[in-house]
């Protein structure tokens, strides 16, 4: 008995011997690396991680699943791009991605890939679809990938960057009811998933808002655009839209910097007046005949017979609603759009937008609304 156990010792011995020595073959048919943007930075600041597996040859038998966590309370982790090339027959993968510090202190990231190793022959066999195969064999090895640590200084502010402001209306002489549009427009790098829509409120002004745009790419300074947002505000008399102010973190001059536009002056012309819609009549002038008067004595003796004639008889067909007649009453897309603006119901947003864009015919509008 003593003379066997010692035997499965030995062959226990000699088989983990011989698993260690595969592993560092397997080991030494690749190498990974990294490389850090910043080894300094402030928070909600973007710097880039890039890691490198390097193969001694050109090795298609690995297959890399490397798959970092994308959030935690410490950071939030982009992928940027991924990449497997070959140079000079070595087989070379790249992984780079964006990471935004949420927390000052040191930020240490220990992450591990899984190198799953199949051969020729297992890969042959599953593309043949031989019976005795049903999938291809892999031999497992998680690796631990070499840590990076970088300090990350504190800083009050949610956006970074470095960031320029466009605040501008289209008019600021306008009539009553009719709409001023307003565009706030941001640009340059930043961390644009942070920046929030603007709210603008006015007493006695209603405010119509569009959701804002955010058109940008990822770049090793975070992301690159431009946020627009758009705004229709609508008075009946003058107003003043607010300052606008928007603070951040600069990351060129390391200083928080405020972005502003200063306060605009909406001048609002006032409606008809009694005065305007009658002729003057002079003190001196006796009375004399004009046909307005004639005009307006009409319409006041046929809104008299329609009374009547609506009391007499019962109509079969739909009697129009106020607004189903204002509708139909507009002349253009413009007096359509004061119109829907004015109800102030977000139901009318979608057509309110493609008649901003004039994706949409002024008669389509028109029956789109009526049909909400």
């Known amino acids: 008995m003593k003379k066997n156990r010692g035997s499965l010792g030995y062959i226990e011995k000699l088989f983990f011997i011989m698993i260690a ?13 990294v490389e850090v943007s910043k080894s300094e930075l402030y928070v909600n600041e973007a710097f880039v991680v890039s890691y ?6 050109s090795d298609n038998e690995y297959n890399i699943e490397f798959t970092p966590p994308k959030q935690s309370s410490n950071y939030q982790l982009i992928l940027l791009s991924k990449k497997e090339s070959e140079e000079k027959g070595l087989r070379h993968d790249r992984f780079r991605y964006l990471i935004f510090p949420k927390q000052a202190g040191i930020l240490a990231l220990n992450f591990e890939a899984l190198m799953r190793y199949t051969t020729k022959e297992s890969i042959e066999n599953s593309v043949i679809g031989r019976d005795n195969v049903e999938d291809i064999d892999f031999k497992d090895s998680v690796v631990k990938l070499p840590s ?19 605040y501008s ?20 790098f930043s961390n644009f998933q942070a920046l929030q829509d603007f709210k603008i409120i006015i007493d006695g002004v209603k405010t119509f808002t569009q959701k804002a745009s955010r058109n940008f790419i990822m770049t090793e300074k975070g992301f690159e655009g431009i946020f ?22 600069n990351t060129s001059t390391k200083q928080v910097k405020s972005l502003s536009a200063g306060a605009i002056k909406v001048e609002v012309e006032k409606g008809f007046s009694k005065e305007k819609l009658l002729d003057e009549v002079s003190d001196d002038d006796s009375f004399h005949f004009n046909v307005s008067y004639l005009y307006y004595f009409l319409t006041f003796m046929s809104g008299l017979v329609i009374g009547f004639l609506l009391r ?17 009453g507009c002349k253009d897309e413009k007096a359509l759009s004061v119109l829907l603006i004015l109800e102030d119901n977000k139901k009318f947003a979608s057509i309110l937008e493609r008649l901003e864009a004039k994706s949409i015919t002024l008669s389509t509008a028109k029956k789109e609304a009526l049909k909400l």
Not at 229 to 244: A, R
Request: proline residues 2%; contains cysteine; negative net charge.
């Open 21 to 33: 020595f595969t592993s560092h073959l397997l080991a030494q048919e690749y190498q990974w690396s």
């Open 52 to 57: 490198d597996c390097q193969f001694s040859k």
């Open 148 to 166: 990076i640590s970088v300090s990350v200084l504190e800083q009050s502010q949610n956006i970074v960057g470095d960031l320029q402001l466009t």
């Open 169 to 188: 209306v289209d008019s600021n002489k306008v009539k009553a009811y009719e709409p001023t549009h307003l565009t706030i427009m941001i640009k340059g």
């Open 228 to 249: 627009t947002q758009k705004f229709s505000l609508v008075g009946q008399k003058d107003f003043i839209i607010p300052q606008f102010e928007l603070s951040y973190f």
């Open 312 to 328: 007499e008889f019962k109509f079969s067909k739909k009697i129009v609603s106020s607004f189903e007649a204002e509708v139909l």
